[in-house]
């Protein structure tokens, strides 16, 4: 019996456990009592219409199910953003869905609504998915529409993606399944082919009660923009539908019926699990974070038969690159090596940290997967680059930059699992999601932020108390001590990966098991959208 991996899996369980337990009430959306409202007007809540339009037994990846997380609390917060995003499979073909969710606010757009609509798009516009909108929203949270309305990436973006998207050739579905007002009229309208359920649906750019205030007409909803007018009479609408289940049918149907599009050709071989023992994963993740573990006992953990060609393995030995195959997809991995190691100059170097000679191997290792288009894998446990007078006399600025530089300007699909540690330049280097990674997720081991905890918060400190010297005041070790204590409580809230996901710095969280299923379904999706852009790094110094 190994106690120290015992341990490490007592605890990363845990962690699956209260994710878990998040996801459920995540599900909720608006909570039971309004779901129940939603019933009452014959109407299907958002992921119960998800549920039934998807197909039955395919997998689901949801994009930003904690987007909102512990946000809004003074207007009794926004579950989900207010809108369900993923992708899935309709009639085997894949797709990104959006759903409002009309459980909260009415399905009203805060601004992390609109920030994960955007990213939806995103998604859908890098991997030529075709798109479906389940509509049923009120609009634009009024209290909160200067952070919502005027700026380039709030609500206007989205009316002009989808016109950036329908010329690009990628198919968009919009059912109009409830409200649908305002600007976010034109959404379903801008879309390839708009359908509206009957009683429930209407779509309009004013109620009745702002026609009657700017106009003085008297007129009620449905009669202004209900599925009789709009399939009857105006024509905005190209289906009409009795209800949520036929308006879902009909989009089976268009589906049903769509042509193949062009690949990227990524290779792919049959698929076989790790020969190693998946479930090791809970045990292989040190508890505590400052522990070396070896990241190679991860790596065969996640890819087919357990079977990795190390890159340069003997050299900048801090980074792991090589090539594997995931669920039958090549890939090149890059990943943190979080063991203390010994370069052949005799030189000790830390785990988790990226020196001069493993940022040179990554970057000409990206490179080559460039060279003969292969997918990127990041998966990250990175402190940072290495400082003090040796690394920069040796020029670790100079070697960063080559990593940076190769792995910005990639033109194959990147993905990022953030496993552990995501500080600093470190989290740039691995791709973090500045850096345009197709999909990002973290495990619930994951901190991001940018320095650890413990450096940042006595960083702080010494900036708050030489403040208070400065203004004649002397504070006392006990104060200090308290100080302290406040900061540290506050960074470490900040550090979670509840706290990037609520914003959207990653577009989830996931129990380590399902780290294949993400990585080969963005594949599967990046591989709808033929390489276009040659690769050029433009100058590197050397």
Same mark, same amino acid.
């Given at each position: 019996?190994?106690?120290?991996?015992?341990?490490?899996?007592? &605890?990363?369980?845990?962690?699956?456990?209260?994710?878990?337990?998040?996801?459920?009430?995540?599900?909720?959306?608006?909570?039971? @009592?309004?779901?129940?409202?939603?019933?009452?007007?014959?109407?299907?809540?958002?992921?119960?219409?998800?549920?039934?339009?998807?197909?039955?037994?395919?997998?689901?990846?949801?994009?930003? +199910?904690?987007?909102?997380?512990?946000?809004? /609390?003074?207007?009794?917060?926004?579950?989900?953003?207010?809108?369900?995003?993923?992708?899935?499979?309709?009639?085997?073909? /894949?797709?990104?869905?959006?759903?409002?969710?009309?459980?909260?606010?009415?399905?009203?757009?805060?601004?992390?609504?609109?920030?994960?609509?955007?990213?939806?798009?995103?998604?859908? =516009?890098?991997?030529?998915?075709?798109?479906?909108?389940?509509?049923?929203? &009120?609009?634009?949270?009024?209290?909160?529409?200067?952070?919502?309305?005027?700026?380039?990436?709030?609500?206007?973006?989205?009316?002009?993606?989808?016109?950036?998207?329908?010329?690009?050739?990628?198919?968009?579905?919009?059912?109009?399944?409830?409200?649908?007002?305002?600007?976010?009229?034109?959404?379903?309208?801008? #879309?390839?082919?708009?359908?509206?359920? *009957?009683?429930?649906?209407?779509?309009?750019?004013?109620?009745?009660?702002?026609?009657?205030?700017?106009?003085?007409?008297?007129?009620?909803?449905?009669?202004?923009?209900?599925?009789?007018?709009?399939?009857?009479? #105006?024509?905005? $609408?190209?289906?009409?539908?009795?209800?949520?289940?036929?308006?879902?049918?009909?989009?089976?149907?268009?589906?049903?019926?769509?042509?193949?599009?062009?690949?990227?050709?990524?290779?792919?071989?049959?698929?076989?699990?790790?020969?190693? #023992? *998946? /479930?090791?994963?809970?045990?292989?993740?040190?508890?505590?974070?400052?522990?070396?573990?070896?990241?190679?006992?991860?790596?065969?953990?996640?890819?087919?038969?357990?079977?990795?060609?190390?890159?340069?393995?003997?050299?900048?030995? $801090?980074?792991?690159?090589?090539?594997?195959?995931? %669920?039958?997809?090549?890939?090149?991995?890059?990943?943190?090596?979080?063991?203390?190691?010994? #370069?052949? @100059?005799?030189?000790? /170097?830390?785990?988790?940290?990226?020196?001069?000679?493993?940022?040179?191997?990554? &970057?000409?290792?990206?490179?080559?997967?460039?060279?003969?288009?292969?997918?990127?894998?990041?998966?990250?446990? !990175?402190?940072?680059?290495?400082?003090?007078?040796?690394?920069?006399?040796?020029?670790?600025?100079?070697?960063?930059?080559?990593?940076?530089?190769?792995?910005? %300007?990639?033109?194959?699909?990147?993905?990022?699992?953030?496993?552990?540690?995501?500080?600093?330049?470190?989290?740039?280097?691995?791709?973090?999601?500045?850096?345009?990674?197709?999909?990002?997720?973290?495990?619930?081991?994951?901190?991001?932020? !940018?320095?650890?905890?413990?450096? +940042?918060?006595?960083?702080?400190?010494?900036?708050?108390?030489?403040?208070?010297?400065?203004?004649?005041?002397?504070?006392?070790?006990?104060?200090?001590?308290?100080?302290?204590?406040? =900061?540290?409580?506050?960074? %470490?809230?900040?550090?979670?990966?509840?706290?990037?996901?609520?914003?959207?710095?990653?577009?989830?969280?996931?129990?380590?098991?399902?780290?294949?299923?993400?990585?080969?379904?963005?594949?599967?999706?990046?591989?709808?959208?033929?390489?276009?852009?040659?690769? %050029?790094?433009?100058?590197?110094?050397?």
């Amino acid at each position: 019996m190994d106690i120290e991996f015992n341990k490490n899996e007592d &605890a990363l369980k845990q962690l699956v456990y209260q994710l878990q337990t998040k996801l459920k009430k995540v599900y909720l959306g608006g909570g039971e @009592k309004r779901i129940q409202k939603e019933h009452e007007k014959g109407k299907m809540t958002a992921r119960e219409r998800l549920e039934y339009l998807l197909d039955d037994g395919a997998n689901f990846l949801e994009i930003g +199910a904690f987007a909102g997380d512990g946000m809004y /609390q003074e207007v009794g917060g926004c579950p989900s953003g207010g809108v369900v995003t993923g992708i899935g499979y309709i009639k085997g073909r /894949q797709c990104v869905v959006v759903a409002n969710d009309a459980t909260v606010k009415a399905g009203a757009w805060f601004p992390i609504t609109a920030k994960k609509n955007l990213r939806a798009q995103e998604i859908a =516009i890098e991997n030529k998915l075709p798109v479906v909108y389940l509509v049923d929203s &009120a609009g634009v949270f009024l209290p909160m529409q200067d952070e919502i309305f005027p700026d380039k990436e709030h609500f206007g973006r989205m009316f002009r993606n989808n016109a950036v998207m329908s010329a690009m050739g990628i198919v968009q579905i919009a059912a109009i399944m409830g409200s649908c007002v305002a600007g976010g009229a034109y959404l379903p309208i801008m #879309s390839d082919e708009a359908l509206i359920v *009957e009683g429930t649906g209407s779509i309009f750019l004013a109620g009745s009660y702002l026609v009657k205030a700017a106009i003085g007409e008297t007129v009620d909803n449905e009669t202004l923009g209900g599925a009789t007018t709009h399939s009857e009479i #105006s024509g905005v $609408t190209d289906y009409k539908c009795k209800n949520d289940k036929e308006c879902l049918d009909q989009i089976r149907a268009i589906f049903d019926k769509m042509g193949d599009t062009p690949k990227a050709g990524f290779n792919r071989a049959e698929a076989a699990k790790p020969e190693l #023992s *998946e /479930q090791e994963l809970y045990g292989l993740t040190p508890a505590d974070r400052a522990k070396p573990y070896d990241m190679m006992d991860i790596v065969l953990r996640l890819v087919d038969k357990s079977e990795f060609d190390p890159y340069k393995d003997h050299y900048g030995q $801090t980074l792991i690159c090589g090539l594997a195959r995931i %669920n039958g997809w090549a890939v090149g991995i890059v990943a943190n090596q979080r063991k203390i190691v010994k #370069s052949k @100059k005799g030189e000790m /170097q830390m785990g988790g940290v990226i020196y001069s000679d493993s940022a040179d191997k990554a &970057a000409r290792f990206i490179m080559n997967c460039n060279q003969k288009k292969i997918p990127l894998v990041f998966l990250q446990d !990175v402190s940072g680059f290495m400082v003090g007078s040796k690394a920069e006399h040796g020029g670790i600025i100079k070697d960063g930059a080559k990593m940076v530089n190769a792995m910005a %300007n990639s033109v194959v699909p990147k993905f990022t699992i953030l496993i552990g540690n995501s500080y600093g330049a470190g989290n740039y280097a691995m791709c973090g999601k500045a850096y345009d990674p197709r999909l990002i997720y973290a495990w619930p081991t994951a901190q991001l932020a !940018v320095m650890s905890g413990a450096s +940042a918060a006595k960083t702080l400190l010494q900036i708050q108390v030489s403040a208070l010297k400065a203004k004649g005041e002397e504070i006392t070790p006990e104060a200090e001590k308290e100080l302290l204590d406040k =900061i540290t409580a506050k960074y %470490n809230e900040e550090l979670s990966p509840y706290y990037a996901a609520a914003r959207l710095w990653v577009d989830g969280i996931i129990d380590p098991l399902e780290t294949r299923k993400v990585i080969s379904m963005g594949i599967e999706a990046a591989n709808h959208a033929p390489i276009e852009k040659p690769y %050029n790094v433009g100058v590197i110094q050397t």
